[in-house]
């Protein structure tokens, strides 16, 4: 799409949506962590002017009928933007007559995402290290999408100009992730973890101190170089990722091995996520009524660092008798990761001798539970005759 072409006010209305949409996920709409927090909403000043932008510029937002731009598509439209530096400069004029605000950081991470090679853009990083480095790491988590095309160029800008040494190393794990799920370049990707575990291992992650920058890149770097271990997206019929851990209790699991002979319900889930809280009655009734007939539970919570102690008084207080799997790296769990897991809940009925997925995601909760287990167990009795 050329960026001289006119466009209907309908047309260039559905346009600017579709970019504060993708702005909003930058600001920590990540569909993992669904804690019940206040949605980020543009700010008027920053839209109106972001309006103005989309409006000169179509060519950035996507086209009517899809969702976002690819990464090609989104670097052909930088090129074509000639007055980039001018709406930088309007930008970070902004920032600085609210500075500390939601106004100035919604405006200095557009020209980070829209602007990154122009002169304003050394600046806007340096206001944003400086003021808004708390809220970096869920805005990584939340670019590391296709619908963020300029995800690798932000990050990028992040690296080069940010003179926050841990908000480099977590642009840097992140540029990889993006390098690896949306541009799938797993060679640069590869080069990217490396350097995080060579430059950046120290940094801890969020507000904990014992998980760093450099176990999360490892874990990267092992699933990348493993492919035939990760098997993305996961669906029944396939078979479930091979993995080791040791539960709360100090058990080591080997899964499925460990459930030989058994049908497993392995859920992903945390103690903050409200909807999980609430499928739980489901999953206690299903251990309650299937267990003594060869179900199995096996639960992976990603709930933060240091909340051990949380997690046991909670599994106490709920009557989840069955073993818990914890590492305290959150949306970055180790397992959840190489499941591919982007939003909690989630649980499948597994197979424990053949390790294939017998039921999944809406399949494996809620009402349509009890039946998929006993379908599953209905069918390996049948298997084993």
Wanted: glycine letters at 6%; proline letters at 6%.
């Amino acid at each position: 799409m050329n960026a001289s072409q006119p466009s209907s006010p309908a047309s260039i209305a559905a346009r600017v949506a579709t970019a504060l949409v993708v702005l909003a996920l930058a600001f920590g709409a990540f569909t993992l962590a669904r804690r019940r927090a206040p949605r980020w909403k543009p700010d008027p000043a920053v839209d109106g002017l972001q309006n103005e932008f989309s409006a000169k510029h179509p060519a950035f937002t996507a086209p009517l009928g899809s969702k976002s731009l690819t990464v090609e598509q989104w670097e052909q439209a930088e090129q074509q933007c000639a007055d980039a530096e001018d709406y930088a400069a309007r930008f970070l004029a902004l920032a600085k007559a609210h500075p500390k605000t939601a106004t100035a950081e919604q405006a200095l991470w557009w020209i980070i995402g829209y602007c990154p090679e122009a002169p304003s853009a050394k600046e806007a990083v340096e206001l944003f290290s400086r003021d808004y480095s708390d809220h970096f790491p869920n805005q990584c988590r939340g670019l590391v999408q296709s619908a963020a095309p300029y995800g690798d160029h932000y990050f990028r800008a992040i690296i080069e100009k940010s003179p926050n040494r841990q908000m480099r190393g977590q642009a840097m794990l992140a540029q990889a992730r993006f390098r690896q799920v949306v541009m799938h370049d797993y060679a640069a990707a590869e080069k990217l973890f490396e350097q995080v575990v060579a430059q950046y291992a120290d940094i801890a992650v969020g507000g904990g101190r014992s998980i760093k920058l450099g176990d999360l890149a490892k874990d990267d770097l092992f699933n990348l170089r493993n492919p035939d271990l990760v098997q993305q997206p996961l669906s029944a019929g396939q078979k479930a990722p091979l993995f080791e851990a040791t539960t709360t209790d100090g058990k080591a699991v080997k899964f499925p091995e460990t459930y030989r002979g058994k049908v497993v319900l392995l859920d992903f889930w945390a103690t903050w996520c409200g909807p999980c809280v609430a499928e739980i009655p489901n999953v206690v009734d299903a251990y309650e009524k299937f267990h003594t007939k060869g179900l199995e539970v096996l639960s992976v919570s990603l709930d933060q660092e240091n909340a051990g102690e949380i997690l046991a008084q909670f599994v106490k207080k709920h009557n989840m008798p069955w073993p818990q799997i914890y590492d305290g790296k959150y949306v970055d769990s180790t397992i959840a990761r190489r499941y591919g897991i982007n939003g909690i809940p989630h649980a499948m009925v597994v197979d424990g001798d053949t390790g294939l997925i017998m039921a999944d995601g809406d399949d494996a909760r809620g009402q349509k539970l009890a039946t998929s287990i006993e379908g599953a167990l209905a069918a390996k009795k049948m298997n084993a005759k």
